[in-house]
């Protein structure tokens, strides 16, 4: 007999798609429908999803787009033959840093929706301001700067908010937006985070910012537990701080907050029960780290065109390069996030050199011999332990960890005595790279995440217990090797796949957990003993190696004063060009 217990609806509002993913208690996977933005949609003169506006920077997505998409979704999970009567839960992942702007009219047309039309055709007017400012946007400049320095500079607003001004951020955003358009904010009556739009289109009413992804807003006083007062007068203006906190509403502790019952449109145009809960929707990010129950200190490292780095952790302690959320399901922990611009393309320029070095033309495997060279090179560069180190950072792309600009920068240094010298001398280039690139890359992500790792057992240093990979990267098992030997995972090194799904998979299990947890039940608990990792991971590296891990430690001094030289000479070369 086919298994007819609860099922749960993760949705996925990125840029460029909505998706729904059903999985039911044990997590499995039953159903997918999405909705391409560009392929699917009618009516919107989008490219990849967004509109642009070049001569103010400005990124942006038409609003009505996302209710044609939900509606699109519900449709293809119709026609996929889904019972929409098992349904006990949603929840659901936004874009972060998005903002919607909600009518006086809102909250009205919302709780009136007529099952017999679509969601576009009844909610166009619901909104102030038909545009969300996509995550892309870079129209903040002077706002980021107001920011950054109405609380004494970017180190304390990192301390108070877990990241410094930046042009995604939404307090930036709503500054900018009440200064451009006063009397449409006037109008406004309420602000949505993209993840709360889409749990307050579900419910009918309004819904409450979530309790990780309010701190993508240079907004929340993360240790306090409140909108910071002092950030809020600045964003809110001469409108004033009361307005903004009735703008922007109550943010709920509990990650996993039962927000209401499904509104009746949705039961009557597609069949829901009228029992379905609507559970708190995160940003992606957050959504992410649901998508395995990480443990504390397990970190997960994206390679993709760019790299991200995501660590759950007790440990606050913000810094203007990294960014700290609260954990969108456990009190206590927080999310650590660093993003680089450069990743996967860096890394192709070095094996694209060395293929042509070699004459390699066409490979059946392009990393092959980036591969062979990378292994065949001892780390850092030591034939012997008397050799210089070789160290440097390779950025097509400039660089916001540390903030240069694109540039290739090569050095050696003396661990004995400390000394860096900036000079290719005794490199054989591009063969010395290969290992190079990959070593800073992992060097970067150990330098800014010590400090929030613990000792996994006696005698063991400070450490990750398990670096799971994902990405395009992940399938490399040279690159898995090289991240081991410098970042340590006692467990060892795993690829995570889970597809393109992790955030839809986040927020299924969010709403699975939500639902059926015990009382005092952690979602790591509870997802963990149904989580089959065996189906998601398989392990491609070793971890912690402890004359590897120490050697690293040592070069890492090197590392630090490199970038730290580097940053001195561009600080220095743009003075000069002013």
Known sequence: MAFQGPLYIGFDLSTQQLKGLVVNSELKVVNISKFDFDADSHGFQIKKG???????????????????????????????????????????????????YWSQDAEGLLGN??????????????????????WQDASTQEECEEFDAHLGGQEQLAWVTGSKAHHRFTGPQILRFQKKYPEVYKRTSRISLVSSFLASILLGRIAPLDISDVCGMNLWNIEKGAYDDR????????FGVEDLKRKLGEVPEDGGAHLGKIHEYFVKRYGFSRDCTIISSTGDNPA????????PSDAMVSLGTSTTFLMSTPSYKPDPSTHFFNHPTTPGLYMFMLCYKNGGLAREHVRDAINEKLGVNKPANPWAEFDRV??????????????????????????????????QWRFNYNPEDGSLKESAEGWNEPFDEARAIVESQMLSLRLRSRGLTTSPDDGLPAQPRRVYLVGGGSKNKAIAKVAGEVLGGVDGVYKLDVGDNACALGAAY???????????????????????????????????????????????????????????????RRLANK
């Open 113 to 134: 929706l007529d099952a017999g039309k679509t969601l576009e055709e009844q909610l166009r007017t619901a909104f102030s301001h038909p545009y969300s400012p996509n």
């Open 510 to 572: 969010n709403a699975v957990w939500a639902i059926e947890r015990a009382p005092a039940q952690t979602f790591e608990d509870l997802i963990g003993k149904r989580w089959h990792e065996e189906d998601f991971i398989e392990k491609i590296a070793d971890g912690y190696q402890k004359d590897a891990f120490e050697k690293y430690g040592r070069a890492l001094e090197g590392f630090e004063k490199m970038e730290a030289q580097v940053l001195k000479q561009e600080e220095s």
């Open 374 to 407: 990378m292994l065949q090179t001892p780390a850092v560069g030591q034939k012997m332990e008397s050799d210089l180190m070789k160290m440097g950072l390779f950025f097509p792309r400039p660089e916001i960890v540390p903030n240069v600009r694109s540039g």
């Open 288 to 295: 992410t780290i649901l998508s395995l129950p990480l443990r």
């Open 231 to 238: 950030l809020l007068q600045l964003c809110a203006g001469t």
């Open 50 to 100: 967004v509109l642009t506006n070049e001569a103010e920077h400005e990124v942006f997505a038409p609003v009505a787009l996302w209710l044609q998409a939900l509606d699109g979704v519900l449709n293809g999970l119709q026609k996929q033959g889904l019972d929409f009567r098992r349904v006990k839960g949603i929840s659901g992942a936004g874009q972060q840093h998005g903002s919607v």
